[in-house]
């Protein structure tokens, strides 16, 4: 996850929104495989994250609310990988931000399990 997440907010959507503002078809044909690739990446990180909390001691009310967490980033994800088939920027655009909201609320509630985000710090 930490190596999908460096990748993720160090490259990405600015080099695709780079390469497509360039119009060069095969750069940006590149760009948005690649966003394709990330999304199935997360989308399977996700499914993972879920059967996690199995392995984690934690109320039963906290479990469903992890497993949910991770379905919802798994739908986001998939959703994601929609929009890039697409060469959608405007839903991609929206679907990282549903990520990264969906994911510093994991973060948040199940710090203990989840540790921090390395591109957020709580205030």
């Given at each position: 996850?930490?190596?999908?997440?460096?990748?993720?907010?160090?490259?990405?959507?600015?080099?695709?929104?780079?390469?497509?503002a360039a119009k060069d078809a095969d750069q940006t044909e590149q760009a948005f495989n690649e966003a394709s690739t990330l999304a199935v990446q997360l989308a399977n990180s996700a499914t993972v994250i879920a059967t996690l909390s199995n392995s984690i001691r934690?109320?039963?009310a906290d479990r469903r609310a992890f497993v949910a967490q991770a379905d919802t980033l798994h739908d986001q994800a998939q959703r994601l990988f929609e929009a890039t088939k697409a060469n959608d920027l405007e839903h991609m655009r929206a679907d990282l931000n549903s990520i990264q909201a969906t994911c510093k609320s994991c973060h948040e509630r199940f710090?203990?399990?989840?540790?921090?985000?390395?591109?957020?710090?709580?205030?």
């Amino acid at each position: 996850m930490t190596v999908l997440e460096r990748e993720t907010m160090a490259s990405w959507p600015q080099e695709v929104e780079n390469e497509y503002a360039a119009k060069d078809a095969d750069q940006t044909e590149q760009a948005f495989n690649e966003a394709s690739t990330l999304a199935v990446q997360l989308a399977n990180s996700a499914t993972v994250i879920a059967t996690l909390s199995n392995s984690i001691r934690m109320s039963e009310a906290d479990r469903r609310a992890f497993v949910a967490q991770a379905d919802t980033l798994h739908d986001q994800a998939q959703r994601l990988f929609e929009a890039t088939k697409a060469n959608d920027l405007e839903h991609m655009r929206a679907d990282l931000n549903s990520i990264q909201a969906t994911c510093k609320s994991c973060h948040e509630r199940f710090r203990e399990f989840t540790g921090p985000l390395a591109w957020y710090a709580p205030k």
